[in-house]
């Protein structure tokens, strides 16, 4: 048996038992709705420290920012032990959970880049071309179910880790912005994804309950985007520094006031609130919608059909007997030219087909966003 052989199987039982083993330790947690990231590992003595000083030193750095420009008693929740432990989770023990479905994925990938060198490409079978590719695929299938496991059993804790987040964007890391994004671009995405975390929280805390409380929870929770949007209108809108800064100061009061709550303890959250209510006060009724921006499922797909379009191309030209040599350069060019094409037009086409579509409202009513307006309409029917 040749190295190269060598090599292959023990990927193949490499991706099979760890692959086997972490999703027997996932289902029940997958299915019971219970996966909570750190919720068992959290508890462990000597992992129980594991990024810890970090969270303490990221909330540090906030409150210290907040509190030196004068008294901020709403800064205190920045201290409170479930936060410390949902910044740490989500920041420490999620990445590392998802890290378990990345590795033998990432082992498929190299034993596929191995086995379509050119060189290998006439000596190895289609049959396992095809079973690398598809454990490649089916590792990033678990981590996108993971990921949507954390946010149906967590969405306090995703909530806390978008606010945390946004925090941060607007005092110590308010000159970090990404490269190819304004600071102002960085921190609407932030708001924007802090809205879509909360109705989700008021979509999935509510299950079960009658409706007059599921819809009482969707509206506060419509409010509480109105007012993200509109102090986050303020703040990137036209105004002197001083009232910049004002605006900013409001918008970070109501971003603590919305920890407040989503750090609770679940055997302390007797009730559906979401955020006090003078934070809510001077807010418009309408508020202009989110431009559309694509959505997660869209950017897990269209990438995956592009390798599998482009692996297919390669062992098209493979089987019509032309050398490797050529076809090399030919996918990798038309990789080059086409992943800015599939990135634009793919995830643009797929939103099109996923995107909800909103009625408008009547004549002479109100028109609430499109994030209230959706929620509370399916928390109205009740479906869970």
């Given at each position: ?18 692959t ?6 996932y ?13 068992r ?18 909330l540090?750095?906030v ?5 030196g420009?004068?008294p ?6 920045l ?5 410390v432990d949902q910044?740490q ?11 378990v479905f990345?590795v ?19 000596t190895?079978p ?5 079973v690398?590719?598809?454990f490649?695929l089916?590792?990033v299938?678990l981590m ?7 946010r149906?059993?967590?969405?306090a ?13 607007l005092?110590?890391r308010?000159r970090?912005a ?9 921190q ?12 989700r929280?008021?979509?999935r ?9 599921r ?5 506060d ?11 986050a ?5 036209p105004a002197t ?8 100061r ?17 055997a302390d959250?007797?009730?559906f ?8 006060v ?9 431009t ?6 869209a ?6 059909l ?12 493979g089987?019509?007997g032309?050398?490797?040599e050529v076809i090399?350069?030919?996918?990798a060019?038309?990789a ?5 094409l ?5 995830v643009t ?9 909103v ?13 209230g307006?959706s929620?509370?309409?399916?928390l109205?029917?009740g479906e869970?």
């Amino acid at each position: 048996m040749s190295k190269r052989q060598a090599f292959l199987w023990f990927v193949f039982y490499f991706w099979l038992l760890a692959t086997s083993g972490t999703l027997a330790a996932y289902y029940i947690p997958w299915v019971g709705g219970t996966r909570v990231p750190g919720r068992r590992l959290g508890h462990v003595w000597l992992l129980r420290r594991l990024g810890r000083r970090a969270a303490n030193r990221r909330l540090s750095a906030v409150r210290g920012v907040l509190t030196g420009s004068g008294p901020c008693p709403e800064s205190g929740v920045l201290t409170t032990k479930t936060l410390v432990d949902q910044v740490q989770a989500h920041s420490t023990w999620l990445p590392l959970g998802r890290i378990v479905f990345a590795v033998p994925g990432m082992f498929a990938c190299a034993a596929l880049a191995l086995v379509i060198v050119p060189s290998a490409l006439h000596t190895s079978p289609l049959w396992a071309i095809g079973v690398y590719l598809a454990f490649f695929l089916v590792s990033v299938l678990l981590m996108c179910v993971d990921i949507l496991a954390v946010r149906n059993a967590d969405p306090a804790g995703t909530v806390t880790a978008a606010a945390v987040g946004l925090l941060e964007c607007l005092t110590t890391r308010s000159r970090k912005a990404p490269a190819k994004l304004t600071v102002a671009a960085w921190q609407s995405q932030l708001v924007e994804q802090l809205c879509t975390d909360l109705v989700r929280r008021a979509h999935r805390e509510s299950v079960g309950a009658v409706p007059g409380s599921r819809l009482a929870m969707a509206q506060d929770t419509a409010s509480v985007v109105r007012a993200l949007r509109h102090h986050a209108a303020l703040v990137h809108g036209p105004a002197t520094d001083r009232e910049r800064e004002t605006h900013k100061r409001e918008l970070v009061l109501l971003v603590c006031s919305i920890l407040t709550y989503s750090s609770r303890p679940r055997a302390d959250a007797a009730d559906f609130r979401v955020v006090d209510a003078d934070r809510l006060v001077d807010v418009p009724a309408t508020v202009p919608d989110a431009t559309s921006v694509p959505s997660p499922k869209a950017r897990a797909v269209v990438p995956l059909l592009f390798l599998s379009a482009l692996v297919t191309l390669g062992l098209g030209l493979g089987l019509t007997g032309a050398p490797g040599e050529v076809i090399a350069p030919i996918v990798a060019a038309l990789a080059l030219v086409g992943a800015p094409l599939a990135r634009r037009f793919g995830v643009t086409v797929l939103d099109s087909f996923e995107g909800p579509h909103v009625p408008s409202p009547a004549a002479g009513e109100d028109a609430p966003t499109s994030v209230g307006r959706s929620t509370r309409s399916r928390l109205t029917r009740g479906e869970s």
